[in-house]
């Protein structure tokens, strides 16, 4: 089912029979590099049902396969905050290396906002990202976020010390 679109892109439910590509596409260490601990690295077919399992769960579910040419190419997704933070979301993503650099992830981030704005109740969107990953400072930056501030040696990721960038999108 077609959660949003564009010329380019399709944001969707993830489907069974996307899982295998998407273990191939996740199964890539300059993905997991700027993801959390939580995305595994290697990642395998298992790890794939996993998350299809846990998505299943969510209501309303808000991560969303990103298709392009009717393949799957990645995913994206919000996570709604809870307690004081109620009113924010967490947009967390990333695409398969051979669709990096040809304009989908921004468009893919345009789209989760807008269906982020219309069906969650919150007014604030933000990430954290590592400070050498210039190109999803990039993404952000074209989609309409604003840079806030960095967290000095917030991160530790893969035995190193790292800084974080922090981007958000107000409600209109």
Request: contains cysteine; positive net charge; glycine residues 8%.
């Amino acid at each position: 089912m077609i959660i949003a679109q564009n010329t380019k892109i399709v944001l969707r439910y993830l489907e069974l029979s996307d899982l295998e590509e998407l273990a191939i596409l996740a199964n890539n260490s300059k993905i997991a590099n700027n993801l959390r601990n939580g995305f595994k690295n290697p990642y395998n077919l298992e790890h794939a049902h996993e998350f299809y399992s846990m998505i299943q769960q969510q209501n309303p579910q808000s991560y969303f396969a990103i298709g392009y040419e009717g393949n799957f190419a990645g995913m994206i997704g919000l996570t709604k905050l809870e307690d004081v933070y109620c009113k924010t979301a967490e947009i967390g993503y990333w695409l398969g290396e051979p669709y990096w650099n040809m304009g989908l992830m921004t468009g893919a981030v345009k789209l989760v906002v807008k269906w982020g704005w219309q069906n969650l109740d919150i007014v604030r969107i933000h990430t954290g990202i590592y400070s050498h990953n210039k190109a999803s400072a990039r993404v952000l930056e074209k989609a309409g976020f604003k840079f806030e501030c960095e967290f000095i040696h917030s991160i530790y990721k893969n035995g190193k010390v790292l800084n974080e960038l922090r981007y958000s999108i107000l409600k209109p």
